[in-house]
């Protein structure tokens, strides 16, 4: 069984730049949430995904979008990065099905914007 | 959502039992308590959940009173390796996925 991947670990973005982050869940899951961790802070819950559709988002702005592919995996947009974004962006995985509150988190991109 | 409160840092020995208490005063009733522990550029891992009464895993075990509006984490026999932050959550049955995650414990592990 893998676990949850993402991809890239490390990535260096200039303000007003455009950034794609991916995720692989891991096998069997079939919903993807995605959180924003800044240096210090909690994760913060930006959106999750089920059946390729966006199933509830947190505060976060529209350029803050993402997408679910038929085989589970994800990727989150963020465009017109701003220096704010810098953060450690979190997938994680579970299944509906198991309807439990695990979830199964990757290790993160670390995005740093200058 | 109701919100969650513990304490910001814990310090103990190894071999020593750490209890974190976490209060929710406004938990709902379809709501459950998830704690996750968190280690340094990695991604929470989920510890234990329960939602009344006492649960135990190999990891840790929570203790929850009849009136739910605490709970306390038990790390039992405390290594270094424990040295982390733990997080408590209030998790509704209907937004398993959306966690609201709060500042979070620091516990560090001495020898």
């Known amino acids: 069984e893998t676990g949850v991947t993402q991809s890239p670990t490390h990535l260096i973005k200039t303000r007003g730049q455009q950034v794609t982050l991916r995720c692989s869940s891991q096998s069997g899951h079939n919903t993807v949430s995605w959180y924003q961790q800044a240096l210090g802070q909690g994760p913060q819950f930006i959106f999750q995904y089920y059946r390729e559709e966006e199933n509830g988002r947190g505060n976060f702005p529209p350029r803050f979008s993402g997408l679910q592919f038929p085989n589970y995996s994800s990727e989150l947009n963020v465009n017109a990065l701003e220096l704010d974004d810098s953060a450690l962006y979190l997938c994680?995985?579970?299944?509906?099905?198991?309807?439990?509150?695990?979830?199964?988190f990757g290790e993160g991109s670390r995005l740093t914007v200058l | 959502l109701a919100k969650t409160t513990q304490p910001i840092s814990m310090d103990s020995y190894e071999g020593q039992e750490v209890n974190i208490t976490c209060s929710h005063n406004n938990i709902a009733t379809n709501d459950y308590i998830t704690w996750y522990q968190q280690f340094p550029s990695q991604g929470p891992r989920f510890i234990i959940q329960g939602y009344k009464t006492k649960v135990t895993n190999e990891v840790a075990s929570l203790f929850i009173p009849a009136d739910r509006k605490s709970s306390t984490l038990s790390l039992p026999r405390v290594s270094l390796s424990d040295t982390a932050v733990y997080y408590c959550l209030v998790v509704p049955t209907d937004s398993w996925g959306k966690l609201q995650f709060g500042a979070g414990t620091q516990v560090v592990v001495t020898p």
């Open positions: 994680a995985s579970s299944s509906v099905r198991e309807n439990t509150g695990e979830l199964f």
